[in-house]
């Protein structure tokens, strides 16, 4: 059972990037489904969240130009970055977690970096 964390890279101000997270193991489909990221020094930051087709939350820092989708189908999630920005730059995770009759399930990817560069 794991998430596998993949896209990230080198990318220069105003570009875009595509991360994905696969799932094996568990169906994303049953989870609500983020992205964080780490920034060098930094707390770690929500950044967005979907659950189900109806429920997206962005943080303010992202709204507009970072998008999350679920592919159900290759039990895939991705978060869609566009005109990103130096403050970016960050390692990225994902996180899968629903609520179980013995308590929360929650997975985490292994993290990816993006790096913004002027």
């Known amino acids: 059972v794991q998430l596998q964390a993949s896209g990230g890279g080198l990318v220069q101000a105003g570009g875009s990037l595509r991360l994905s997270c696969t799932a094996s193991?568990?169906?994303?489909?049953?989870?609500?489904i983020s992205w964080f990221r780490r920034a060098p020094g930094k707390e770690r930051e929500f950044i967005a969240r979907?659950?189900?087709?109806?429920?997206?939350n962005y943080a303010d820092s992202v709204k507009g130009r970072f998008t999350i989708s679920v592919d159900n189908i290759k039990n895939m999630v991705h978060l869609h970055m566009s005109n990103l920005k130096l403050e970016d730059t960050a390692v990225y995770y994902c996180?899968?977690?629903?609520?179980?009759?013995?308590?929360?399930?929650?997975?985490w990817g292994q993290g990816t970096q993006v790096t913004v560069s002027s």
């Open positions: 979907i659950n189900g087709s109806s429920s997206i």
């Open positions: 996180n899968a977690v629903k609520e179980d009759v013995l308590g929360p399930v929650n997975y």
């Open positions: 193991g568990f169906t994303l489909d049953d989870y609500a």
